[in-house]
């Protein structure tokens, strides 16, 4: 498996994927990073977005709502406050969200408000972004 890395993400809820990949792709707080195998140790913060991985030819796509990222030369583990696969994404659901956390931006009256409305778009967005891709 030296040509591969062990990827696992976790929620507090359930393993939502434990494989071999060829390379990962993760939203880090400070900017997407790569990761292929033998890469150097790090810890970090990861933001609302979308961990893209490949495995031979075939591109996967996973939603996730914030969390951390641990690398090793050959692991990848990643713990996600949230994570949904494109097949578990209802789509009417999620543009339902989507409209309402514009509707909450626009109406905001205060800091926190805005910030809350901003989260729950973001979450919205990285969602509707992975289920189109399936």
């Known amino acids: 498996m030296a040509d591969k890395i062990l990827l696992e993400i976790v929620t507090p809820e359930k393993k939502v994927l434990g494989e071999p990949v060829d390379i990962v792709v993760a939203p880090g707080e400070e900017g997407e990073f790569g990761v292929l195998p033998g890469h150097i140790p790090?810890?970090?913060k990861l933001k609302i977005g979308e961990v893209r991985f490949r495995i031979g030819s075939t591109s996967r796509h996973i939603a996730v709502m914030g969390g951390y990222a641990e690398v090793l030369p050959d692991h990848v583990t990643i713990l996600a406050t949230a994570a949904e696969e494109a097949t578990e994404i209802d789509v009417v659901r999620a543009k339902a969200a989507r409209e309402r956390a514009e509707r909450r931006l626009a109406?905001?009256?205060?800091k926190m408000e805005f910030a809350r409305a901003q989260a729950a778009?973001?979450?919205?967005?990285?969602r509707l972004r992975v289920a189109e891709r399936q």
């Open 42 to 44: 790090f810890l970090c």
């Open 121 to 126: 778009l973001q979450r919205a967005i990285a």
């Open 107 to 110: 109406e905001a009256k205060d």
